[in-house]
C-alpha cells in the first residue's frame, strides 16, 4: 500500500492511455454530431454535449466494463436526455430547475447509505446534472422540439460508440487504461446506524445547503453567469468525506483556476488562436489536464479554466473580463462549500479516520486469523476486502498529511497522519501470512480498540504492531495464547 501511495504522486503509463482515448473520443464525437446537427442546420450544441458525455462517463471506466452494452447506451442516452431535460427547465423556469438540481444532488449523496444498486442509481442520478452546468440546454434545431431530441439521443449514442470502440481497440492493442475489474462484486461499505445521524444522511444536508446558497448568489449577483459557483461547489462538496477534505478541494479548485487564469493571461498576451489552430490548442490542454488529474486535481481544474478563456478568445468574446468574473464565481463557490461543511452538521476529519482505520484493521484482523487449511479463494476474498477498506483510507490521506506538515507533530503524536502511514506499512506483509497467528492478532485487536478510547496511544499500538510484524515475519511468528495481552507504551 506504501507502494500505491507513491504511484499516486507520478505520472503513470495507464494514465495517459486512458487520456488518449478520452480526447480523441471526445473528438470523433463531436465531430460525428456536429456534421450530422448540420443536416438539420443546427448548431454545434449537440456535439458539444456529446463530447461532455465521453469526458463524464469516460470516469466511470470503459464503457460496457460492469454491465451490457445495451444497459450502458441506455445510461449515455439517460444522461444526455436528462442535462437537455434540466437545461431547458433552468432556462424557462429557473426556480423550479433550482430546486429539481438541489433534490436529485442531495438525493444521490444520501443513496451512499444503501451501498450496491441503490447507490450506483443515485449516482446515476447526478450524471445528467453535471453535463447541464456546462453545455447549452438544447440544439436549437429549426425543426423545434422533435429535432432536439433526436440530436441529444445521436449525441449520447454516439458518445457511448465512440468511447466503447476506442477503449476495446486500445485494450486489444495492448494499450492498459483505466478499466475496473469484473472479475468480483463490489465490497460494500461497512454501515453505521447507532451513533446518531450517518455520515451520508450529514454529507446530503450539506449538499442541499451549499447548492441552495449557490443558486441563490449566483442567480442575483451574475444574473447568467451563475453556473460556475454551482459548479464549484459540486466539485467541491461530491467527494469530499468530511470537513478538512471539503476545505483541501476548495484550496485546489481555487488555486487550478487561478494558475488557469494566468496561463490563459498569458496565452492572449502571444496570439489569439482561431479556427483549427484553436482547436488543436484546446484538444492538447484538455489531455494534458486529464492526464495530470491522477496526479492532483487542482492540474484539470487549471486546463479548464484555460480552455473556456480560449473558447471565449477563440468566439471574440472579451475573456480576461470574463476570467475574473469566473475566478470570483469560484471563490464564491469554494467559500460555500467550506462554510457549510464546517458549519452545518460537520463531519471532523478525524473521526472518519478513526472509523475507516478500525475497518481496515478489522478486515486485517480477519485476514491474519484466517485458518492455515481455508479456501484460497476465501483467503483471496478477504485480502481484497482488506485492500478495499486501504484504498478507502487512500483518498483521505492526503488532507491530512497536508495538516501534518503545517503542524509538524511530534514522532510519537497521536496524529491520523501517522496512523495511516504506520497501518500502511503493516499491511505491506499481509501477503505473508499464511496461518493462525495469535500473537499478531492480538496486536490487531489492540490497535483496533485504542481508536475508540482517548486515553489509549493509537500511534504507540500501530507501532508495536509494526514492529512486531518486522521482528517475526508472518510465516515464522509464535502463537501464544491469548493472556497476557500486551500493554500499550505511553
Known sequence: MAGSQRRLTVLRAEDISAAAVTIVAMVAAFCTVWRIAALFHAGANAGILSAVLVMTQSRRGAAGHDRSLAAELAVFLFVALGAAAVGWLLHHAFAAGAAVFVAVVSLSVWTRKF??????????????????????????????????????????????GWLFVLTQWAAHIGLRANVKPTAHPPIAEPQRTAQGMPASTRMAIQMAIALAAAFVIGRFAFAQHWSWIVLTVYIVCIGASSRGDVLYKGLLRLGGALGGTIAAALVQHVFVPHGAAAAVLIFAVLFAGTCLRSINYAWWAASATLVISLLQASGARPASGTLDLRLEEILIGAACAVITAWLVLPIRTEAVVRRRLSDALLAFDELAACPADVQPGERAHKRRVLDDRMARIALIAVPIQWHRRLTRPGADRDHPAIWVELLQHCVGHADGIAGPRDELVRAIRL????????????????????????????????????????????
Open 115 to 160: 451501498g450496491g444498486k441503490i447507490r450506483r442509481i443515485g449516482s446515476l442520478l447526478a450524471l445528467p446534472l453535471i453535463a447541464v452546468l456546462v453545455v447549452p440546454a438544447r440544439p436549437d434545431a429549426p425543426g423545434g422540439m422533435p429535432i432536439d431530441m433526436l440530436l441529444v439521443c445521436i449525441a449520447g449514442a454516439a458518445a457511448f
Open 447 to 490: 490497535s483496533r480498540k485504542t481508536l475508540g478510547a482517548n486515553e489509549l496511544s493509537t500511534t504507540a499500538a500501530l507501532r508495536r504492531l509494526h514492529g512486531l510484524l518486522a521482528k517475526h515475519p508472518p510465516q515464522a511468528m509464535p502463537s501464544r495464547s491469548p493472556e497476557n495481552e500486551p500493554e500499550l507504551e505511553a
